[in-house]
């Protein structure tokens, strides 16, 4: 997949002269948060629903067998429930490269389900579009939990993705009925392992 959003999402200038910048995260930046932050408060946004709906080709997938990710996709009067990080500007280049496999900056409202003030803030998140060269849109849940139970990429297994990711929310107390089904839909884990292995001698006879 060639394109790369990278250029794009630093040609953002919304936030220029902000010396903090709060992001969401709705994906892995739930449960792994690989960067410095100020702050983190569980958030969501409204008008959103989160999807399994983009083609990850360079983490948790290759560009032969990708995999599949979360975008945000717009629906009237859902809510998206995630984290959100109060972050220094530097902290966006980095992420700006790990996301460019089709993944643009858009500026949103956050609303915080914590009793801190304020109780909501402008901030940023990554986003996926449908006119993305990686976006692989809706599929029948069963095929999308097939294909991410089958895809693996430089960053691991792509189940460990939909896992963790459903582990998070519900840590969080979030009710994600199209994470929450997929990873039921998760076929068992394929071992290799043969766990009644036969006496060399008798693998060795014809
Ligand atoms: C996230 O919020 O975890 C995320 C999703 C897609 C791209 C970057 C971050």
């Known amino acids: 997949m060639t394109l790369d959003t990278t250029h794009r999402n630093r040609q953002m200038t919304h936030f220029d002269g902000h010396d903090e910048i709060w992001l969401f995260g709705y994906g892995s930046l739930i449960w ?83 009793d801190a003030r304020p109780p909501s803030a402008e901030g940023l998140v990554y986003l996926a579009t449908e006119d993305n060269a990686a976006f692989l849109g809706e599929a029948p849940l069963e095929a999308i939990a097939e294909q991410i139970a089958m895809a693996h990429g430089p960053s691991g297994p792509n189940r460990d993705y939909l896992v963790n990711l459903a582990q998070a929310l519900g840590e969080l107390g979030v009710d994600d009925p199209h994470v929450f089904a997929l990873a039921a839909r998760l076929p068992a884990r394929q071992d290799t392992r043969d766990p009644h292995p036969r006496p060399s001698s008798e693998t060795t006879r014809p």
């Open 32 to 114: 792994k948060a690989d960067f410095p932050f100020l702050e983190r408060r569980p958030a969501h946004i409204q008008g959103w629903a989160r999807r399994f709906w983009q083609g990850s080709h360079d983490h948790r997938g290759t560009p032969e067998a990708p995999g599949r990710v979360v975008t945000l996709v717009r629906e009237p009067g859902a809510t998206c429930h995630g984290m959100a990080y109060r972050i220094t500007p530097e902290v966006l280049g980095p992420l700006d490269v790990r996301e460019k496999n089709g993944y643009l900056r858009e500026v949103i409202r956050l609303h915080f389900d914590d």
